[in-house]
């Protein structure tokens, strides 16, 4: 595996998705970047790609593996939060919309990319959750339940594969800094983060810096894992 590797980021044009393909490239992978926008970094490789749409994320995988080489590192952080209401005013459009992107969408893309890495009996599959499907976050209940779901299925995907040479394991955050937050009340992330002993929001650099080790071939004996990043929020 000499040659320069290709590591697909879903979401990648802004926030976490681009921290993380920066970073990705600083390790010396390529970055291609799948997102129904087009990156803010120049020059960045980018497929137009809807991840809750089965064919969109074919296409995107052929197109990438023809233009720019085979995948070998796919992080799925597309994703949404949605506004802050309660599950008695969510109405099902909305709900429907988060657990196509957040769920489905990490699914579906995993689905297509891990048939190929494990052809090549080689892969990392990193999957961005949340801490808020760990403790369930109130008026964010669509969302919680997405990323329980990215939970489940990183756990489930990971045993499935162990042995192929593929690793699947996942980060959940608690509140990162990003524009993502503009979503959220300011309610609700001050709450998010008075429950921090740090007191304070994680920067998308201080993710990005797990992620690529997850991405790597320094990860070798964990899969199936969620690693919680959650200025000591987190209690199991």
């Known amino acids: 595996m000499a040659e320069r590797r290709i590591a697909v980021v879903t979401g990648g044009a802004k926030g976490i998705g681009a921290a993380v393909a920066d970073r990705l490239e600083q390790d010396g992978l390529t970055p291609v970047i799948w997102d129904?926008?087009?990156?803010?970094?120049?020059?960045?490789?980018?497929?137009?790609?809807?991840?809750?749409?089965?064919?969109?994320?074919?296409?995107?995988?052929?197109?990438?593996?023809?233009?720019?080489?085979?995948?070998?590192v796919l992080v799925n952080n597309a994703g949404l939060t949605g506004p802050s209401t309660a599950v008695a005013e969510t109405p099902?459009?909305?709900?429907?919309?988060?657990?196509?992107?957040?769920?489905?969408?990490?699914?579906?893309?995993?689905?297509?990319?891990?048939?190929?890495?494990?052809?090549?009996?080689?892969?990392?599959?990193?999957?961005?959750a949340s801490l808020a499907g760990k403790e369930g976050t109130p008026m964010l209940s669509a969302y919680s339940a997405a990323k329980a779901g990215v939970i489940a299925f990183t756990k489930a995907h990971g045993k499935e594969l162990a042995g192929t040479g593929v690793l699947v394991?996942?980060?959940?955050?608690?509140?990162?800094?990003?524009?993502?937050?503009?979503?959220?009340?300011?309610?609700?992330?001050?709450?998010?983060?008075?429950?921090?002993?740090?007191?304070?929001?994680?920067?998308?650099?201080?993710?990005?810096?797990?992620?690529?080790?997850?991405?790597?071939?320094?990860?070798?004996?964990?899969?199936?894992?969620?690693?919680d990043l959650s200025g000591g929020r987190a209690t199991y």
């Not at 689905?111 to 052809?119: G, K």
């Not at 001050?190 to 990860?219: F, H, Q």
């Open 36 to 72: 129904i926008t087009a990156p803010a970094t120049a020059g960045r490789r980018h497929i137009t790609c809807d991840v809750s749409d089965e064919a969109a994320v074919a296409q995107a995988l052929g197109a990438t593996e023809r233009e720019h080489g085979p995948i070998a």
């Open 92 to 128: 099902l459009a909305q709900w429907q919309k988060i657990q196509a992107i957040n769920l489905t969408g990490t699914f579906l893309c995993s689905r297509a990319v891990a048939a190929a890495m494990v052809q090549r009996a080689y892969g990392r599959i990193v999957n961005i």
């Open 169 to 227: 394991n996942a980060v959940a955050p608690a509140a990162v800094e990003t524009d993502l937050l503009q979503q959220m009340s300011k309610e609700t992330v001050a709450t998010m983060i008075a429950k921090s002993p740090l007191e304070r929001l994680g920067t998308v650099a201080e993710l990005a810096e797990l992620v690529v080790w997850l991405a790597s071939e320094r990860c070798s004996f964990s899969t199936g894992a969620v690693f």
